[in-house]
């Protein structure tokens, strides 16, 4: 069975302090990789994807991650977070047949 | 504006009583999503939709329906909602079945007494 792990309920980081939001998954089979944002009250965002290709990628707002097949991994990194940064992250998978499947999420808190 | 929208937002009913919760996006998208978010379990798909007719069971069916007789609309209907089906609903949708960027609704907020 495909899964996904957030092994950080929470991160606390002051504000212009690097972050990394770890993102681990399961499958068997080739899979696509997104990261989401959810803002207080609102719906998710999709801040970036992985589909093929170069295993480096760039998404909206300054953040990235990096897919590493070998560490079945998919961490989300931003250099310089800001107070508007704070938000819950989600870390997804999907597979060829178009499930998408959730990890439990990450609440990032920047303080001041 | 491209949008997905959800209605209602909020709501409160009882145990046994027949609800709906309407999904539309004007973007015509082919494919189309429900999910559940609960806390500490992140969103579980519920049914999914790849085009008008075609619909699949994700993660979490059981006590939901789904139908797609238009490509904008993709209706949830509780039959005989129960307490557990307390939880905060969203509606997706996207292009080019789910590689494309999935647009999400603002979320149900639904509770079962």
Same mark, same amino acid.
């Given at each position: 069975a495909q899964s996904v792990t957030q092994l950080d309920s929470q991160v606390p980081v002051f504000e212009e302090a690097p972050v990394e939001l770890r993102c681990n998954y399961s499958s068997s089979v080739s899979v696509y990789l997104f990261w989401y944002v959810q803002y207080p009250n609102q719906g998710l965002q999709l801040l970036l994807k992985y589909l $093929?290709? $170069?295993t480096l990628v760039k998404g909206i707002n300054g953040f990235e991650a990096e897919f590493n097949k070998s560490q079945t991994s998919f961490h989300l990194r931003k250099p310089s977070v800001h107070i508007s940064d704070t938000a819950e992250y989600f870390c997804a998978l999907m597979d060829s047949s178009y499930k998408l499947i959730f990890g439990s999420g990450t609440r990032l808190l920047v303080r001041p | 504006e491209a949008q997905v929208t959800q209605n209602p937002r909020y709501l409160i009913t009882v145990t046994g009583k027949k609800l709906t919760v309407t999904c539309s996006q004007n973007?015509?998208?082919?494919y189309m999503s429900w999910y559940r978010q609960d806390p500490g379990l992140g969103l579980r798909q519920i049914y999914y939709s790849m085009n008008v007719e075609v619909t699949d069971k994700g993660d979490v069916p059981e006590g939901y329906k789904v139908s797609r007789k238009e490509k904008r609309n993709f209706p949830l209907i509780l039959e005989s909602p129960s307490p557990n089906q307390t939880s905060l609903y969203f509606c997706a949708s996207s292009f080019g079945g789910a590689q494309g960027t999935q647009y999400f609704g603002p979320g149900t907020r639904l509770l079962v007494l």
């Open positions: $093929s290709g $170069s | 973007m015509n998208h082919e």
